[in-house]
């Protein structure tokens, strides 16, 4: 049984690549992956939003495929931005990865995140059933 994509009638479509709501069976394995920055392995930190993105992204992506999980497993994102107007560039790195999956998504736009050169971050909730 997998999960379900919630998207009612009764609201507007979603405005991008989510699903308003995803309904998980109770009898599986879950994963709560801490938010993701654009740090590589060695600890050097992408250079500008885009990069950066990126590379958060594969660390989820990394962490997914440890727990033997792709995006199809996502259920839920959080993504930070320090800067609205990277919105534009999220979306064609976020697609490469997401593919065709459609998790419950969020999207917030913050003053700051824990160090000031970091400039994306992206946390999820993931389910295998």
Not at 59 to 82: F, G, I, P, R, W
Request: aromatic content about 6%.
């Amino acid at each position: 049984m997998t999960s379900q994509k919630l998207n009612p009638s009764a609201i507007a479509a979603p405005a991008g690549m989510y699903s308003h709501g995803v309904l998980a069976p109770s009898a599986g394995q879950w994963l709560c992956v801490s938010g993701q920055i654009g740090m590589r392995p060695d600890g050097s930190l992408g250079t500008g939003f885009t990069e950066q993105a990126r590379i958060a992204w594969e660390n989820l992506m990394a962490v997914l495929a440890a727990a033997q999980m792709d995006e199809s497993h996502l259920v839920k994102l959080t993504s930070y931005l320090v800067d609205g107007a990277d919105l534009k560039d999220l979306n064609p790195v976020r697609s490469v990865f997401l593919k065709d999956a459609r998790p419950a998504s969020t999207l917030v736009v913050v003053k700051a995140l824990a160090k000031p050169e970091w400039l994306f971050e992206v946390e999820a909730v993931a389910y295998k059933p």
